[in-house]
């Protein structure tokens, strides 16, 4: 097994969300065994709305991106976490 970069998309919950404070919230709780891979980048979605799309290298197993995708969503502020694309490194 090796390791894989899993890019999250995470929906702030309105425009109104402080994107600077959540991001410092995600870094808080990436689990261990999963580390932050680059910056926390922001992309716009529509109407101000920006989502925050987060890199981690995760280990290649069944289940590896889900303990960082149930702490991202417990954070106050989130309203959607999604895994959009995995591949190796």
Do not use: C, W
């Not at 069944?62 to 995995?86: I, M």
């Amino acid at each position: 097994m090796g390791d894989v970069a899993a890019k999250i998309k995470i929906m702030p919950e309105s425009v109104d969300t402080d994107l600077g404070e959540l991001k410092e919230k995600i870094k808080g709780v990436i689990p261990a065994g999963a580390d932050l891979h680059g910056d926390i980048v922001e992309e716009p979605i529509a109407f101000g709305l920006k989502a925050l799309i987060v890199t981690l290298i995760v280990n290649d197993e069944e289940g590896g991106t889900e303990p960082a995708e149930e702490a991202f969503a417990k954070v106050s502020g989130v309203e959607n976490v999604q895994v959009v694309d995995v591949y190796r490194i």
